[in-house]
Every structure is written in structure tokens, then in C-alpha cells.
RNA sequence: GGAAGCGUGGCCGAGCGGUUGAAGGCACCGGUCUUGAAAACCGGCGACGGGGCAACCCGUUCGUGAGUUCGAAUCUCACCGCUUCCGCCA
């Protein structure tokens, strides 16, 4: 949630900064609303505080079994709780309004995130080979995994086969089988492997369906609802049937661990990973990447999330990437590390890497990984704080980034690794999660 | 599916219509004592929001939401969650 501190304190400047969103502050109507809630509010508490202190004098006179006094302070304070009901519900009524403009406000870049209004204008920081040179010079026709996966066979079928997804689900799910199974399997424990016991993360296992409160914790409601799967769930008792929904990544899960807590500050930083299925509408994206792996209703994702003090957040951001991206070299698979500008940044972030890795067959860079700092923008929305120094409560930070998608980054070994004969070459550092197998024909 | 309970501050736990924001304990933060630490003793200490330059003042908050009342942690209803026993079960 945006910090309303920003808007009442210095909104011209606010607002000349969000710009670089293209999201627009109304100001004058954002000021008068917030007038008119504090002229109420005040209005409101002090009918309260005459109804309080009025109740109270009633009980001491009754304890003092001065009867008469008793009843002539019931006659004063008899139209008072009528005052303060109505005051209330209009207070209510304003402050649902101020907080739905905050609720869809996107978080504010940092001062170091390059203007811009779309992809276009992120800034390349880095590019990795195996070699330290360039991407291996393919000699043959290069094939995409479309081509690579559905040719290769498995005693039951096709290990890559698109149509029999079509036929389960409809477009955008997928089946898999025989080694490319596997190997989809054996990235995603080396990920988490690598994660837990490499770079000191703890392992969860969470929830695919979470409820609302959850997904507002973290910014998907309620502005993007449209995006997410929902789960229509009775309650235990036969109760009413409330929205549940399907993760979209399990950043969901593992950030809201800390939703309503006030943590322990001996825990921070926390460092969390988990292995999940993802769930994605798609809306709004027809005709993109329509064919193949890239964008699926539905596919699994190693993510890392961090939970920091907000003095080291932006350090947690260059370690998380440091992260995914030695998942990509381990895997010897070439990519560069883009900063995204502020028109491509997303909802809750302040600043992001993306993580993006060579394919071949597209002869381009395909996003892979997305690390982000979101400062206390979703610890806000949680009530996720810490006591700090000082000893306050203050909200924690919350980063999250994928380490890595599974879905794509086997897209990425397929074709960088394919052979002439279309046979895939294993990574070396799969082979042990494969019993051994070094190719895949 | 049947039966019975229970949700109070960072944690444990009293309170069950009126000067109760809530006893007591633990934890935490000062201080005394000590070579140091521990123990002991003294003091402090909930959260969220609003107003004020500030000292400070006010409001809200006892799972959540409605209701009864001049007044609700305390009474009523609904919902959410948890525990125990029986049954069933991946």
C-alpha cells in the first residue's frame, strides 16, 4: 500500500514522481478528501469523548447511589449515541475512499531506476557466457523446443506434446513426458538444492490456494483479480462459499507468512524458497507467445522471497539476483541482467532486475527471472513489522524474485543445448537428478 | 458425520455490564549491586489512528462482523479459527 504519509505531507513532489509510472495524481480531489476526513474524524471523536465521559459518570454516580445525579446525566447524554453512530458510518464511508485510492496506487521507483515507458528503455547492466565470450555458434538448422520436444519420443508418446494438453485443459497447458519430464523434474530440485544449501535459504512447502486476504497482502487484489483463478470454497461448517484463488507464483504464499505478525527482528533477514505450481489467467495477453512453453495457464517456478530490515533491502536485492543468476551459470545457459525502467516495472515494486537468457531459436533474450524490492510497500498492506532500534514498529521489507521458472528455463537448455540430431545434451550439474543420463534422444 | 469446549497485549494467563487498556507472570529496556556474568532489588514497557511546534491530549482496539445498552473483554446472533472425544479416511 502506498504511504499515505507521502501524499499529506508533500503531494506535488509525490506526484511529479509517480509520473514516471504514468500513473496520475488527482490532487486537488485527493486534498479534499482528506480534509474532509479530518474534519470529520475530529468531529467524530469528540462526540465520542463526550459519550465516554458522560457513560462514565453515570456508573460513578450509580456507585455512589446518587440516583437523581444518574438520571439527569441519562437525559443529557440520551441523543448522543445517535450522533456518534451517524458520525461514524460517514467517517467510515471516507476512509474507505482514501484507502480504495491507496489500495490502487503502484509503488514509488527509487531514485536510481531509469525513466522510461516500456521495455525498451531498460538498461542492460551485465551479459554471462560459459565461455566468457559469447553463446556457443550453433552449425547445423537450429530448432526450437516446439520442434526439438515434439519430436522426441517416449514409449508412450511424444515428451513434448502440446495436443494432448489442448485435449485435457484447452490451449495454454501442456503435457510432458519420459526423460523431458524428468528433466523439468530435475531442475526444479536442483533450484531448490542449490538455494537451501548454497545461499541459506530456508525450504517451504505452502499453499496453491490461497484466500484473499492473502492475495491483498501482496498486491494481486484487488486490482488484478481478472489475472487470478478463483476457487469458489464452502467453509468447513456449510457455511458461505467464499472466493479462494489459485497462486500466481507462490510469492503469495511465502510473503504472507508474515501478514498481521510483528516479527522478530533475530530473524531478519529471512530467506524463503519453495517449489510451486503457478496459475496464470493470461487475460489480456491474447495472441502473445500463443505457441509452445513460454506462457502457460499453468507452470511451476522455484521463487525466493525475502523478508529484510528495511536498512539492507537493496543489498538483499543484488544477493537474490546474484542467486538466479548462479542457477543460470551452473547451468551454462548465457544471459544479461536488465533494469528494468519505471514504465515496465511492476505494481508493487521499487526496483527490478529481470533475468533474461539466450534463446537460440528466437535469436533474442527471453525473460526468465524477475527480482524485485518492494520495499514496505506490501509489509503495509500485511501489517508485517519489526521493532527497530529505536524500538518501534516498522514495517519489514519484502523482496521476491524467481530462482528460476522451471517452464522456461528447460525451454532455454533444450535449445541451447540441442545437438545436429535433435538430442538434447544434459547439463552436467542435472545429471545426478537424472540417474546418470547424459543425452536425451 | 456426532458431542463438548475455547479464542484477551511479543508470549503465557486473570477478568465475565460501569473510574479495566485490562491483575499476575515471562520476555524486553533502563538503574542499583558485582571484577564480569547470573541472581536479587527498583523503575519502565501493548498496538493502531487522529490533533498539536511541543509537553501532551483524544479516539479505536480483548478472533471478525452485526446487535442490546447511557455504558460491552464481559450479554445476544452470525461468521472465522482452534482444541478434545467418537466415527470415517489419502
Redesign the pocket.
Known amino acids: 500500500m502506498f504511504d ?1 504519509n507521502l501524499l499529506r505531507n508533500d503531494i506535488a513532489a509525490t506526484a511529479e514522481r509517480m509520473k514516471a509510472r504514468n500513473y496520475v495524481i488527482d490532487t486537488a480531489a485527493f486534498e479534499a478528501l482528506e480534509a474532509e476526513r ?1 474534519a470529520l ?2 468531529q ?3 462526540l ?2 463526550q ?6 459518570a ?3 454516580a ?2 455512589a447511589k446518587d440516583e437523581a445525579k444518574a438520571q439527569q ?2 437525559a443529557e ?2 441523543a ?2 445517535e450522533k456518534v453512530k451517524a458520525n461514524e458510518l460517514a467517517l467510515a464511508g471516507v476512509q474507505e475512499r482514501v484507502n480504495a485510492i491507496l489500495m490502487a496506487m503502484p509503488n514509488l521507483p527509487q531514485a536510481d531506476v531509469p525513466m522510461g515507458k516500456d521495455s525498451d528503455e531498460n538498461v542492460e547492466q551485465r551479459r554471462w557466457y560459459p565461455n566468457g565470450k559469447a553463446a556457443r555458434t550453433i552449425d547445423f538448422e537450429v530448432k526450437d523446443h516446439l520442434a526439438l520436444g515434439e519430436a522426441l519420443t517416449s514409449a508412450t508418446g511424444p515428451q513434448l506434446d502440446f495436443e494432448a494438453g489442448v485435449k485435457l485443459s484447452g490451449t495454454r497447458f501442456t503435457v510432458m513426458r519420459g526423460p523431458l519430464a524428468r528433466m523439468h523434474r530435475a531442475l526444479s530440485q536442483f533450484m531448490l538444492d542449490t538455494h537451501v544449501n548454497e545461499h541459506g535459504f530456508t525450504e517451504c512447502y505452502v499453499p496453491y490456494i490461497v484466500n484473499a486476504e492473502s492475495m491483498t497482502g501482496t498486491g494481486q487484489l484487488p486490482k488484478f483479480e481478472e489475472d487470478l483463478f478463483k476457487v469458489p470454497m464452502p ?6 462459499v467464499k472466493n479462494r484463488y489459485l497462486i500466481p507464483t507462490s510469492e503469495v504464499s511465502l510473503t504472507n507468512f508474515v501478514r498481521d505478525t ?1 516479527v522478530d527482528a533475530n530473524t531478519l533477514p529471512m530467506r524463503l524458497t519453495a517449489h510451486t505450481p503457478c496459475f496464470r489467467s493470461e487475460a489480456g495477453s491474447y495472441g502473445r507467445d500463443t505457441r509452445g512453453m513460454i506462457r502457460q495457464h499453468q507452470f511451476d517456478k522455484v521463487e525466493m522471497v525475502y523478508i529484510t530490515k528495511p536498512d539492507e533491502s537493496n543489498a538483499m536485492l543484488e544477493e537474490m539476483t546474484g542467486n538466479a543468476e548462479k542457477i543460470l551459470q551452473k547451468l551454462g545457459l548465457p544471459y544479461r541482467v536488465m533494469l528494468l525502467c519505471t514504465g515496465d516495472m511492476g505494481f508493487v515494486a521499487t526496483k527490478t532486475y529481470d533475468l533474461e537468457v539466450w534463446l537460440p531459436a528466437q535469436n533474442t533474450y527471453r525473460e526468465i527471472s524477475s527480482c524485485s524490492n518492494c520495499e514496505a510497500f506490501q509489509a503495509r498492506r500485511m501489517g508485517a ?1 519489526y521493532k527497530n532500534a529505536a ?3 516498522e514495517p519489514v521489507h519484502t523482496l521476491n524474485g524467481s530462482g528460476l521458472a522451471v517452464g522456461r528455463t528447460l525451454v532455454a537448455v533444450m535449445e541451447n543445448y540441442q545437438n545436429a540430431d535433435g538430442s538434447i545434451t544434459v547439463p552436467e550439474v542435472l545429471r545426478s537428478y537424472m540417474g546418470g543420463l547424459s543425452v536425451i534422444r
Open positions: 499515505i479530518k474524524q475530529i467524530t471523536q469528540e465520542q469523548q459519550r465516554n465521559a458522560l457513560s462514565k453515570v456508573g460513578q450509580k456507585a446525566l441519562l447524554v440520551a448522543v449515541p467453509s468447513e461448517e456449510g457455511g458461505e510483528l513489522r524500538g518501534k514498529n
